[in-house]
């Protein structure tokens, strides 16, 4: 089973952003991983385990801003396609070349 916790927080003020960076830094010790920006995954062997590491996330859930905890299988997982686009890179400029007679 795989869990993703999808957030949406506020960070217009410092206590925000520190709420938030708290909030991400709690996950990341529960051992969740970052798989797109507020999106966290992570994989775990049993329902039992799955709702452990629901509890700990629903303790940690900051009073504003939107959190969303997924459940799902490690099938569906399976066939999640994701596509990733080319990083735009600037052309570099080759000197021209020298011809010789």
Not at 80 to 99: A, M, R, V
Request: some cysteine; glycine content about 4%.
């Amino acid at each position: 089973m795989w869990l993703f916790v999808l957030y949406d927080l506020p960070t217009e003020t410092r206590k925000e952003r520190k709420t938030a960076a708290d909030f991400r830094k709690s996950l990341v010790k529960d051992g969740f991983l970052m798989f797109q920006f507020s999106i966290y995954i992570r994989f775990c062997p049993s329902i039992e385990n799955a709702e452990v590491h629901i509890k700990r996330t629903k303790y940690n859930l900051p009073k504003t801003g939107s959190v969303c905890i997924l459940r799902i299988t490690d099938k569906q997982f399976g066939d999640l396609e994701l596509f990733e686009g080319e990083k735009e890179t600037e052309l570099i400029q080759q000197p021209p070349l020298l011809e010789l007679f």
